[in-house]
C-alpha cells in the first residue's frame, strides 16, 4: 500500500501523549464487509453493510475497491451513472483511476490522491481505468466514500476538489511506530485539505507491527474504523480485527487500536482508515445513486434523470491527465 510514505516518519510532527483522565471510546459494533461486484466488474467489500444509518451518520456508504492484480485486458471501471444529493470522495492507494462528468469536470487520480465530488444537484459521472492501464494490468486498489448532504446543500451546484497526496497533512505517534494521513478535517490540531459540508475528519493510519494508536477525537463525532488489511486490535477491551472489518465506536475522546506483532507476508502492517463527523441528523431517503430527505425528492431525482435533466453523457472523453484531477 503504497499511498503515501515518509522516508523517515520520526521528523514528522507527533500526537501528543493523552493523560490518564481520557475516555477512550468503547467498540459499539463490528462487522465484518461481505464481498460483491461494482460497474463493470470490478470486487468490492461493502464496509457499511449491515450498521444502522444512526450510526453511520454523515457518512452513507463506503465500497473498498480491490485490493486486485489486473492481468492485461481485465482492469474494469463503471459505466456512466447519476448522482444527486451527496458527496463521493474517492481515493486511491495503488493504481489509477479517470474521472469525467457531464458538466465537463474530470481528470486522473493516483497513488494517495482523493478526487472530492459534491454531485449537489445532479450530473453524471464515470469512472474508469485509463487506457494505458487496461492494456498492461496492474495493481489496483481504493474507497469510495459517500457522505451525505444537509438539506440545504442537496440541490448546490456541483463542484470538485482536487486533493493531491502530497497535500496531505502527515504525523506520527509519540514513538514513530505509525503514519498518519489526514485528507479531511483536524486530528489534534493538524488540518487536512478537505473542504466540507459537515464537520468530518477522514484520515489514512499505517500501524507497524506491534504499534498503538492512541487517537485523539472530537467527542461530537462519530467514529469508525475500517480495516484496509492487517491484523490488530481495537478498544481498551483489545477485540480482535482484520481486513475488511469495520468497528463501530460508541462515545469518549479517543480512539485505540493495536497492530499484532505478526502480520502477514502480503501485509506488513495495519492499514486503516478511520471516518468521524458531526451527525446531520435529517431524513434520510436513499434510492441507488440517489441520496435525498423525502420520498417525493427521490421521485423528482429519477424523473429528472430520465427526463436528461442532469446532464448528457459527452460524445469524447475527456484524454488522460497525467494526474490532474478537477475541473479542467
Excluded at 470490478?42 to 465500497?63: C, K, Q
Amino acid at each position: 500500500m503504497p499511498a503515501v510514505t515518509v522516508d523517515d516518519v520520526l521528523v514528522l510532527p507527533r500526537l501528543p501523549k493523552l493523560s490518564e483522565s481520557t475516555t477512550y471510546r468503547p467498540v459499539r459494533r463490528l462487522v465484518t464487509a461481505p464481498s460483491g461486484y461494482e460497474g463493470e466488474g470490478f470486487p468490492v467489500r461493502r464496509a457499511f453493510a449491515g450498521v444502522p444509518m444512526t450510526e453511520l451518520d454523515p457518512f452513507i456508504h463506503l465500497d473498498q475497491m480491490g485490493e486486485v492484480d489486473y492481468a492485461p485486458g481485465e482492469p474494469k471501471g463503471t459505466a456512466w451513472h447519476p448522482h444527486r444529493g451527496f458527496e463521493t470522495v474517492t481515493y486511491m492507494i495503488d493504481g489509477i483511476m479517470d474521472h469525467q462528468d457531464s458538466t465537463g469536470g474530470g481528470g486522473t487520480i493516483t497513488n494517495g490522491d482523493t478526487q472530492w465530488m459534491t454531485a449537489g444537484s445532479g450530473l453524471l459521472h464515470i469512472e474508469a481505468p485509463p487506457e494505458h492501464l487496461v492494456t498492461s494490468g496492474g495493481l489496483f486498489h481504493g474507497l469510495q466514500l459517500w457522505v451525505n448532504l444537509p438539506r440545504v446543500a442537496k440541490m448546490s451546484q456541483p463542484k470538485y476538489q482536487d486533493i493531491r497526496g502530497s497535500e496531505s497533512a502527515l504525523l506520527t505517534t509519540p514513538d514513530g511506530g505509525a503514519l498518519i494521513r489526514v485528507i479531511a478535517g483536524a486530528v489534534a490540531g493538524h488540518q487536512g485539505p478537505g473542504s466540507t459540508h459537515t464537520p468530518i475528519t477522514i484520515a489514512h493510519v499505517t500501524l507497524q507491527p506491534g504499534a498503538e494508536l492512541s487517537l485523539p477525537w472530537r467527542p461530537d463525532f462519530n467514529a469508525l474504523v475500517y480495516v484496509l488489511g492487517g491484523r490488530g486490535t481495537v478498544g481498551t477491551d483489545r477485540r480482535p480485527v482484520h481486513t475488511g472489518q469495520l468497528a463501530v465506536h460508541g462515545p469518549g475522546d479517543a480512539i485505540r487500536v493495536t497492530a499484532d506483532r505478526q502480520q502477514d507476508g502480503n501485509t506488513p502492517a495495519l492499514d486503516l482508515y478511520i471516518m468521524g463527523g458531526q451527525p446531520i441528523r435529517e431524513p434520510v431517503a436513499h434510492y441507488g445513486p440517489f441520496v435525498m430527505n423525502t420520498r417525493a425528492e427521490l421521485v423528482q431525482a429519477v424523473e429528472d434523470f430520465q427526463a436528461g435533466r442532469l446532464g448528457v453523457i459527452p460524445t469524447e472523453r475527456l484524454p488522460h491527465t497525467g494526474g490532474q484531477a478537477g475541473r479542467p
